[in-house]
């Protein structure tokens, strides 16, 4: 999973996203994500 994090973003420092970052996805995608999958991260 390491790698496809650095594939992604290589100057990440921290695997993962925010709750921000998840906000974004979801306007972006016009979906709602699960909060079982938000309390993953």
Known sequence: MKKV???INPSSKVAGV???DL???E?????M????YKELF
């Open 23 to 25: 906000k974004k996805i």
């Open 5 to 7: 994090i650095n594939m």
């Open 33 to 36: 994500i699960p909060d079982e």
């Open 18 to 20: 925010s709750l921000l």
């Open 27 to 31: 306007k972006a995608l016009g979906a």
